[in-house]
Nanobody, 115 residues
Framework: QVQLVESGGGLVQPGGSLRLSCVASTSAFTFYTLGWYRQAPGKQRDLVANIDSGDSTNYADSVKGRFTISRDNAKNTVYLQMNSLKPEDTAVYYC?????????WGQGTQVTVSA
């Protein structure tokens, strides 16, 4: 069982920035595809961005040019740098790790964008 622990959420004004971090408890971290998803109240959980073992990235259209996903394999950590935040980015953000048939989720961290 892999534990994922997120941090970095909070309240920020529109136009501001936040960086989310997620630390994974696995020695096989380098093999995992890592992702950030988000879920707003009353909506489904959607992919925000992911990064595979070869550092290829994929972004939702709504965050392209504003968010950047990255990973540090030496620290077993995946990051999501969020810039130019908008009120519609408000959601609970979840870290995800996938490898073969394994699929793990973090507990989520709240991001609120409001004046």
């Amino acid at each position: 069982q892999v534990q994922l622990v997120e941090s970095g959420g909070g309240l920020v004004q529109p136009g501001g920035s936040l960086r989310l971090s997620c630390v994974a408890s696995t020695s096989a971290f380098t093999f995992y595809t890592l992702g950030w998803y988000r879920q707003a109240p009353g909506k489904q959980r959607d992919l925000v961005a992911n990064i595979d073992s070869g550092d290829s990235t994929n972004y939702a259209d709504s965050v392209k040019g504003r968010f950047t996903i990255s990973r540090d394999n030496a620290k077993n950590t995946v990051y999501l740098q969020m810039n130019s935040l908008k009120p519609e980015d408000t959601a609970v953000y979840y870290c995800n790790a996938k490898f073969l048939f394994n699929n793990y989720w973090g507990q989520g961290t709240q991001v609120t964008v409001s004046a």
